[in-house]
């Protein structure tokens, strides 16, 4: 276990420490961690670059800080304990014990099928106890692991395959989600048909669908594991080697594979859930994400499992067999730390009352969110009924590239404000700057969120481009880590995070490219030009708006197009990205330059057009106006 703050007092001092000396204070928390030699120099730092390292010369491996570190004390109580989708399934219960051989089994399947340390090992699974497994079994061996979420199209899961150079896949037949299964092993032969490179695919039985196995190419997992020792000695790894690629969407079309390493990760990750969730031994923690996103990777495995929790993972969706799956959940296994999505809140709010007034809750002591912004009507409701009135809530502020929560309160310690992240977490060094990179001192604030100091969490670099990882996120303000957010510190010193301020949106926590879209609009064979925006949105925080130039109209006329461009974006990356409102229009605002003025795109997407600003650059007036007249909403 990491060390814990208990009281306001507590993370004051602690805070304070972590900025007077953060190479002592990080080196105080890393001594609760098992190495096999331990490190020569704490931090390494260069934002110019960048070059982070932490711990460097440390020698370590993550899966013995949670299975050997531990055993001995709590190998028979429960790791991971798993709810199917269908609630009359038999739910399934791992203790340490039981899912250490299980990673050594696979460990060893993996090194029998060539696999060593560096390769990378691409990830396309149901949320079932087995993706955790595969996670832990690569890095087991050192090999870096890139999961993809299950709901990303046959040609983003090429991209993402072909980007990492994976010479193997691992997978399932399908996945059940509600009343539906998810064709996984087609969408994986289909991708595999521009990915020469992948010479070997694992297949998970379980959903029993008919899929065709490709002879010499895959195996099934059952096949795989059979004979295999569950014993399997642990590579030892340098603090900075590779632990995972995880890869997330960002203000260009191309997604960045953002890579993280092993120690700092593993400190970052298990020291922030000790002490955003207050974990005590012998809790049920429930994290809803689902694990192809950074949270699952950090709060549903490394994070709980690093610190001998027991954590909760759960294959379905929050809607089957009713609206009330959550909480029957909650009620069954009586979970005390829960945490979701605002998205998921506001939906589940707008089911009414009846699929929680019967439910027992009284074990929950602290609520989460996070992936956006939560809107205060959702944070009362959650506050009120989920809660009822008893249970802090953690607004946690954080992202892919931070590996680990970054702002957030402290449940029962520091006093929250709805739809306030609060503040940050020791050894956290946010900033706020004006757009031309001056620090805005003081209270009541509002500007570009930044980091001036190094976390161990922090992302390393862009997988394959490093320049990128520079350029991103380290070249707008010099000297600091940009994340792409908007902030304001109110009068309190407390954050709120205002949403980006790039060309990314957020739409039901899924963080999307629109660059990502319009690619996907644009290839379609009627379509001249797009440019996609985000809306509010009651249920997913943002909606999609595709403002479409079309050449021609085709037989369907213009329904017909929108149901192919939403087609056209759904086999291109996936159904959470498709457009929710298309308007075709006859062309786009542009500057004289060509530039698309985007900013006048969101007003009249967020229904506000009649101020847009300074339009004296603007090439055609006309074409505003058109666009005006014909401006879509929600119905
Ligand atoms: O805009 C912020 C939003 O989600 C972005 C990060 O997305 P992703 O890398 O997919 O990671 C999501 C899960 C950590 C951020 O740049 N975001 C995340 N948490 C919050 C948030 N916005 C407001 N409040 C939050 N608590």
Redesign the pocket.
Same mark, same amino acid.
């Given at each position: 276990m990491t060390a814990k703050i208990h009281s306001l007092g507590g993370y004051i001092h602690e805070y304070q420490k972590s900025i007077a000396n953060p190479e002592a204070f990080w080196a105080e928390v890393a001594e609760d961690f098992y190495w096999h030699k331990r490190c020569d120099k704490v931090l390494e730092w260069d934002f110019e670059g960048p070059s982070i390292k932490w711990f460097s010369g440390g020698k370590l491996n993550i899966t013995e800080n949670i299975f050997e570190r531990n055993l001995y004390t709590i190998g028979n109580q429960p790791a991971l304990i798993w709810e199917p989708n269908n609630p009359d399934e038999q739910s399934r219960t791992l203790t340490y014990s039981e899912l250490y051989l299980e990673v050594n089994r696979f460990a060893n399947s993996l090194k029998n099928l060539g696999v060593l340390k560096g390769d990378r090992v691409a990830i396309y699974m149901p949320m079932i106890p087995e993706l955790t497994i595969a996670m832990l079994a690569c890095a087991r061996i050192g090999a870096i692991h890139s999961v993809v979420f299950a709901g990303f199209s046959a040609a983003s899961l090429a991209d993402r395959i072909i980007d990492a150079e994976a010479k193997i896949v691992l997978t399932a037949d399908g996945g059940f989600r509600g009343e539906k299964i998810t064709p996984l092993k087609n969408i994986v032969d289909e991708a595999l048909q521009s990915c020469p490179g992948v010479e070997t695919v694992i297949v998970y039985e379980r959903t029993k669908s008919n899929i065709k196995m490709v002879e010499g190419r895959d195996i099934w997992w059952h096949k795989a594991i059979e004979g295999q020792s569950d014993e399997c000695v642990a590579e030892e790894m340098d603090a900075e080697d590779n632990l995972f690629i995880l890869y997330? /969407?960002g203000s260009t079309g191309k997604p960045k594979g953002i890579v993280h390493t092993t120690a700092g990760y593993m400190v970052y990750s298990a020291y922030t859930f000790h002490n955003v969730f207050q974990y005590n031994a012998g809790d049920i923690y429930f994290c809803t994400?689902d694990i192809g #996103?950074?949270?699952g990777h /950090?709060y549903i495995v490394y994070g709980p499992l690093l610190n001998g929790a027991q954590t909760l993972m759960f294959e379905g969706i929050p809607t089957w067999p009713d609206a009330g799956r959550f909480w029957d959940i909650v009620d069954k296994y009586k979970v005390n730390q829960f945490y979701t999505a605002?998205t998921a809140i506001r939906s589940l709010l707008a089911m009414g009352m009846e699929h929680i007034t019967n439910k027992d809750l009284s074990s929950l002591k602290v609520l989460g969110?996070?992936?956006?912004?939560?809107n205060e009507e959702a944070w009362h409701w959650y506050h009120d009924h989920i809660g009822r009135n008893r249970c802090p809530i953690v607004?946690?502020? #954080?992202?892919?590239?931070?590996g680990g929560?970054m702002? /957030?309160p402290l449940p029962g310690i520091i006093p929250t404000k709805p739809s306030f992240?609060t503040l940050p977490l020791p050894g956290i060094q946010p900033v706020i700057v004006n757009e031309v990179g001056k620090e805005l001192t003081g209270n009541s604030v509002k500007g570009n969120l930044c980091m001036k100091f190094p976390w161990p969490g922090m992302a390393r670099t862009i997988w394959g481009d490093h320049d990128r990882f520079r350029q991103t996120y380290f070249s707008t303000f010099r000297n600091m880590y940009f994340?792409?957010?908007g902030a304001q510190r109110d009068e309190d010193g407390y954050y709120r995070?205002l949403?980006?301020v790039d060309d990314?949106i957020?739409v039901s926590?899924?963080?999307l490219g629109t660059a990502e879209i319009e690619n996907a609009i644009n290839a379609h064979p009627l379509v001249n030009e797009s440019a996609v925006v985000g809306y509010p949105h009651s249920i997913k925080g943002q909606g999609i708006y595709a403002f479409v130039v079309c050449g021609e109209l085709s037989t369907g006329g213009e329904e017909g197009i929108r149901k192919s461009i939403k087609m056209a974006v759904t086999s291109m990356i996936g159904p959470f990205a498709r457009p929710d409102l298309i308007q075709l229009v006859p062309g786009l605002p542009k500057t004289r330059s060509g530039k698309i003025m985007r900013r006048i795109l969101r007003k009249v997407a967020e229904g506000d057009a009649t101020n847009l600003g300074d339009i004296t650059t603007l090439l055609d007036e006309d074409v505003v106006v058109k666009i005006i007249d014909g401006a879509l909403v929600e119905v």
């Open positions: 997330t /969407s994400a #996103w950074i949270t /950090s605002p969110t996070v992936g956006e912004p939560i607004d946690t502020w #954080w992202q892919t590239e931070t929560v702002i /957030s992240a994340t792409g957010d995070i949403g980006r990314v957020n926590g899924h963080r």
